[in-house]
């Protein structure tokens, strides 16, 4: 498998805020392809669709054309529902969003959300499967899929308009809330006595990024998710 070029997440980021410089997008665009080149393969792994998924989602970010990317298709590596499935329902939210595998996960909720494993919904889950079913909104079905999720996502919070998994989750459902327009600062599903999930995220703020936990030290994930949410 091709050794992962990482930083994706802050790529996109940055690229959309307006606040990534040629010069840092060249050196991954060009570090990427070097690396698929030397993969060989359409595929960046045999066994994690995702890597193909997240990729393509960075590259859309930058305006590049991912069906060629040093003489491979990288959306070709996402053409069959066998392998992005062998991976569970998270590798095929992040196909979606790169590219269109709606009714699976329409069709595969835990409960009033989606759970990576287990019975139990998972708020970072949810909050990604409808970034996914998003653009798919005026279908009656999905629809209804995504007001179950949101449904969700607002009753986990709680007396701080915080999640139990911590910054990340605050993160992903601000997001979910951007692609589908809601405006978190009014929606009152996702205010608690006042405190929005802007007041909730940060909360987590430190000197130079985020924190997983409140008062914890600050880290790469949550800061770029962080990012990705405020963008």
């Known amino acids: 498998p091709v050794q992962s070029i990482g930083g994706e997440w802050s790529v996109i980021a940055l690229a959309r805020a307006g606040k990534l410089s040629a010069d ?3 050196k991954y665009y060009n570090e990427l392809c070097e690396a698929v080149k030397a993969n060989g393969s359409d595929r960046l ?3 994690k669709p995702t890597e193909n998924a997240r990729v393509i989602i960075a590259l859309s970010s930058l305006a590049k054309n991912s069906a060629d990317i040093a003489g491979y298709n990288l959306l070709s590596g996402l053409d069959d529902m066998d392998y992005i499935t062998s991976q569970g329902i998270n590798a095929v939210i992040f ?3 790169a590219f269109d595998t709606t009714a699976y996960i329409v069709d595969n909720m835990t409960g ?4 990576l494993a287990g019975d139990t919904a998972d708020v970072d889950l949810t909050a990604m499967a409808i970034q996914a079913l998003a653009p798919y909104a005026a279908d009656e079905k ?3 899929a995504i007001d179950s999720g949101l449904e969700f996502l607002a009753e986990s919070l709680d ?3 915080r999640y139990a998994n911590g910054s990340e989750s605050t993160s992903q ?3 979910a809330l951007a692609a589908l327009g809601i405006d978190p600062l009014t929606d009152s599903r996702f205010i608690v006595d006042g405190i929005t999930l802007i007041d909730a995220l940060e909360s987590y703020a430190t000197e130079n990024g985020y924190s997983h936990t409140l008062g ?3 880290n790469y994930m949550p800061t770029e998710q962080a990012a990705l949410a405020l963008t």
């Open 142 to 144: 999905v629809n209804a």
């Open 173 to 175: 459902v601000l997001i």
């Open 159 to 161: 007396e701080n308009a």
């Open 45 to 47: 792994s045999d066994r």
């Open 24 to 26: 840092k997008a060249a």
């Open 112 to 115: 009033k959300g989606w759970a």
């Open 216 to 218: 914890g030290e600050e």
């Open 95 to 97: 196909s979606l969003i």
